[in-house]
């Protein structure tokens, strides 16, 4: 019998004695041999939509720390642009898109995906699959349709736009919401069959949410798009990241992901004691500790293990890792949690 891979095992329910580990933003800038591909690619949305390097970056971080999941090489804005929007992603300042200010701006959206664009997408999940090493599980992704929609309705990083559109005119809103939730079911749907084994759901801005806002654009949204996805895929876990559910976590439970992802800034052990003992965490050491090295992060490390120890357990950031992180601090942790 082929052992199941880490990632799957732990998906399932499983508490194995020492975490999977993968890091959110793996692939990346404080990788050499990201930025020469990056290089070569021109742009990062070029380097998004060849499938033949973004698989090549993919692969990167597994090469180099034997992680136990590749996640896609993608980004969450890639389906506003498939669905029609303009997006360009501006040297050290990030992403910018023309504006779907209001419900009048809906109809500049397409109705369904550019298949030129998600296309390629789909062949580097194909692409990675096909090379991954055997114990070493695919995630695919997508953008929580609120953190989505601030990108959407303000054109870059601020999220009052969005968050007067859902206050001023919230049917308007959740037209914009459904649009995504069809849309990230559909992107979803087409990465497994491509070949991705899990996939995460990223609620970047979940924190954003005052707790009367967050059941209807958090737990809503992403709720539909499980069903959707589970429709189709009954046994392919979802993992949700709403990042900053702080007082809110305990409606998580409401969600049914199979598993959550957590942010630094929570306490695991109150999380487990919040949502019960069976529902697999993802989480949560400070991307700074993993910059800092030494004493700080091998105590930051222990202190992650020893309070996810009640259940189950992926071991991850509680955030991307950052451009300006050494490689050997990442080989540091990745001995560390695995008890090398
Ligand atoms: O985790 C991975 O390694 C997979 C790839 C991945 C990227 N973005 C690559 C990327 C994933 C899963 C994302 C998710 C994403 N993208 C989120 C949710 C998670 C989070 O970080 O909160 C968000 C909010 C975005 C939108 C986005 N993409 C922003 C705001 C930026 C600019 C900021 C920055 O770090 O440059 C990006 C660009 C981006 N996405 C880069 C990468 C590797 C940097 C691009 C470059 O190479 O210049």
Sequence with gaps: MIAEKPLLAVLGGATLKRPPVWFMRQAGRYLPEYRSIRAQAGSFLNLCYNPELAAEVTLQPIERFHFDAAILFADILLVPHALGQDLSFVENEGPRLTPIANV?????????????????????????????????????????????????????????????????????????????????????????????????????????????????????PVKAIMKGVKARHPLVPVIAFPRGAGSKTSILSEL?????????????????????????????????????????????????????????????????????????????AVRRIRGD
Aim: aromatic share 6%; with cysteine.
């Design 104 to 220: 009048g701006d809906l109809s500049r959206l397409r109705n369904g995906l550019d298949q030129d664009r998600v296309g390629r997408v789909y062949e580097t999940v194909k692409l990675v699959r096909e090379r991954l090493p055997a114990d070493v599980a695919l995630i695919g992704f997508c953008g929580a349709p609120w953190t989505v929609a601030t990108y959407m309705v303000s054109g870059g990083k601020d999220r009052s736009a969005a968050l007067l559109w859902a206050l001023r005119d919230p049917d308007g809103f959740a037209k914009l919401i459904d649009r995504l939730v069809s849309a990230s079911v559909d992107y979803l749907c087409h990465q497994i069959d491509a070949g991705a084994e899990a996939v995460q759901i990223f609620d970047s801005w979940a924190g954003e949410l005052s707790p009367a806002l967050f059941s209807r654009w958090c737990i809503e």
């Design 256 to 332: 049914g992901a199979d598993a959550i992802g957590i942010d630094t800034a929570e306490d695991p052990v109150a999380v487990r004691s919040l949502l019960g003992k069976t529902v697999p965490l993802q989480g949560n050491l400070d991307p700074l500790a993993l910059i800092a090295g030494g004493r700080t992060l091998d105590d930051a490390i222990a202190h992650v293990l020893s309070a996810m120890s009640g259940g189950p357990h992926i071991f991850n950031l509680g955030h991307g890792i950052r451009p300006d992180t050494p490689i050997e601090h990442v080989e540091q």
